[in-house]
């Protein structure tokens, strides 16, 4: 294994909270699901998203105490660290709710959750992929877990994709309207930093520029089949993998670690 560094550290950070907070996110539809098939999926996915994140977690209080000798839990990076320092995706912080609806809870769009769920899955799928040859033998470990959840991930999403897209009116223009939300979004997972150019120069994780091509090749063949049609590119690239998020981050905080922080310590 090479030797742990503070972006060695980082890139695992990112990963781990951008599966949590995407699986945070899509526990809101527990109870709330338009059936009660995909009420269920949502927590299954959920459940598999918060599981990823919880060894990365671990992998990563491995190595803060290698780095510090700082020991650190799951439950530290979960729930005891600000919002600034939360690395996650924008994109997975973002509401339900589209715009083509209120800004109620109640509101929530379910195609904007396939969306998200259909560029995230995508993603990870090739990222997971590349990571089994990582010189970190328990991230490639934990990919060797994660992607077979990660494809079942990309399979429901992809045949959701593909009925709204392809089915009424109104599930099209649901479906496009978020698509055309959301995309821009996803040119952060593409941007380089000097975090992801140091995990690559060791071996640890690929660029991911690097697998932008076949993630691109994957989504508009489906956006295709589903009769949508890609966003034209925009130049502004998000930062919440730098700690800089929008106004929607604080309130996932809010609702995930108010318990933990009322009770400090407490077992349950």
């Known amino acids: 294994m090479t030797t742990p560094t503070p972006e060695h550290l980082a890139y695992v950070l990112r990963l781990a909270d951008t599966a949590l907070i995407l699986g945070q996110r899509n ?3 527990c109870g709330h699901g338009p059936i009660l098939e995909e009420d269920i999926a949502l927590a299954n996915m959920s459940l598999d998203l918060i599981g ?18 700082r ?19 924008t994109l997975a912080e973002l509401p339900h ?4 609806v209120g800004t109620t809870h ?10 998200r769920n259909f560029l995230y899955a995508s993603l ?3 990222l997971w992929t590349a990571l089994l040859r990582s010189a970190d033998p328990q991230l490639a470990a934990i990919a060797e877990r994660s992607i077979k959840e990660t494809r ?48 690559a120069e060791a071996g640890v994780a690929p660029l991911a520029a690097q697998l932008e091509a076949a993630w691109r090749a994957d989504v508009e063949a489906a956006f295709e089949e589903a ?40 077992r349950w």
Do not use: C
């Open 27 to 29: 526990t809101e539809w």
């Open 52 to 69: 990823q994140a919880r060894l990365l977690y671990t992998h990563a209080a491995t190595l803060e105490k290698a780095l510090t000798g």
């Open 71 to 89: 020991e650190r839990t799951e439950d530290d990076y979960a729930y005891f660290r600000a919002e600034r320092e939360f690395a996650n995706y």
């Open 97 to 100: 709710f589209g715009p083509l």
């Open 106 to 115: 109640s509101s929530n769009d379910y195609a904007v959750t396939i969306v």
């Open 124 to 126: 990870m799928a090739h």
């Open 152 to 199: 079942y991930h990309v399979h429901h999403a992809r045949e959701w994709l593909i009925r709204f897209g392809d089915g009424t009116d109104e599930s099209h223009n649901r479906a496009q309207a978020a698509l055309d939300w959301l995309m821009p979004y996803t040119r952060e997972f593409f941007s380089t930093d000097a975090v992801e150019a140091a995990v």
């Open 227 to 266: 009769t949508l049609t890609a966003p034209a590119p925009v130049k502004h690239v998000t930062t919440g993998k730098l700690g800089e998020h929008s106004e929607h981050m604080g309130f996932v905080l809010a609702e995930m670690q108010s318990l933990a922080r009322q009770h400090p310590g407490a």
